[in-house]
């Protein structure tokens, strides 16, 4: 089980962090990503994290402002979000994938197990 929270509203410019915990399986297990549906829109890759934190993957539109991290310890992962747009509102997604040492997945339909979702809106 996955539960996504930190979104919130916030001004142009300023930051958030998102944090996805989760239960019931080893975390150190499953690779992680984070995705995003705006509204009208199709869910789109964020970021992705391989089990160990030791490889990531950013789409285009968030690489340098957005940094992906995990803490296995503590079954979460993150999302710190800084120099945010108004583009950037939509509610955001942490899932999970079993997978092999090492990987990334970017592809949604490889994703087993989501979160709920948190809504972030970015004020201009």
């Known amino acids: 089980q996955l539960q996504a929270y930190g979104g919130g509203l916030v001004q142009a410019g300023g930051s958030l962090r998102l944090s996805c915990a989760a239960s019931g399986r080893p975390f150190s297990n499953y690779a992680m990503g984070w995705f995003r549906q705006a509204p009208g829109k199709e869910r789109d890759f964020v970021a992705a994290?391989?089990?160990?934190?030791?490889?990531?993957n950013y789409a285009d539109s968030v690489k340098g402002r957005f940094s992906i991290s995990r803490d296995n310890a503590e079954n979460t992962g993150y999302l710190q979000m800084n120099s945010l747009k108004p583009e950037d509102t939509a509610v955001y997604y942490c899932?999970?994938?079993?997978?092999?040492?090492?990987?990334?997945?970017?592809?949604?339909?490889?994703?087993?197990?989501w979160g709920q979702g948190t809504q972030v809106t970015v004020s201009s």
């Open positions: 994290i391989s089990r160990a934190g030791t490889v990531t």
């Open positions: 899932a999970a994938a079993r997978t092999v040492t090492g990987a990334v997945i970017i592809r949604e339909y490889e994703y087993a197990f």
